[in-house]
Nanobody, 129 residues
Framework: QVQLVESGGGLVQAGASLRLSCANS????????MGWFRQAPGKEREFVGA????????DYADSVKGRFTISRDNAKNTVYLQMNSLKPEDTAVYYC??????????????????????WGQGTQVTVSS
């Protein structure tokens, strides 16, 4: 039904860019709001950003605002996380997740991981100083 697969992670130096992709091999992703989360060693999983089903609204954690951009190409069944100006503190396993509904309140996006039903296996991003 929904099988999310992340790709694009790797080892980069501080200041570099990476683009993560999240593809679904099952049903079209256009039905789902999509979120990106990350988990660093010894820390809880945290919200990075998310995009509404239609792609018209996005929301970001303060720590990545202005550096990360989420987009979606529903025709390709893929969601992207463009990460620029990477910092060592961005090192984590990055997960994409699909929710079942948009938040009814502006900005129409949920930040809670509990609002997302389907999860990918994660991709490692390591930023060296």
């Amino acid at each position: 039904q929904v099988q999310l697969v992340e790709s694009g992670g790797g080892l980069v130096q501080a200041g570099a860019s990476l683009r993560l992709s999240c593809a679904n091999s099952g049903r079209t992703l256009s039905s789902y709001p999509m979120g990106w989360f990350r988990q660093a060693p010894g820390k809880e999983r945290e919200f990075v950003g998310a995009i509404r089903r239609t792609g018209g609204n996005t929301d970001y954690a303060d720590s990545v605002k202005g550096r990360f951009t989420i987009s979606r190409d529903n025709a390709k069944n893929t969601v992207y996380l463009q990460m620029n100006s990477l910092k060592p503190e961005d090192t984590a396993v990055y997960y994409c997740a699909a929710g079942l509904a948009d938040n009814p309140r502006p900005p129409y996006i949920y930040r809670s991981s509990g609002r997302y039903t389907y999860w990918g296996q994660g991709t490692q991003v390591t930023v060296s100083s």
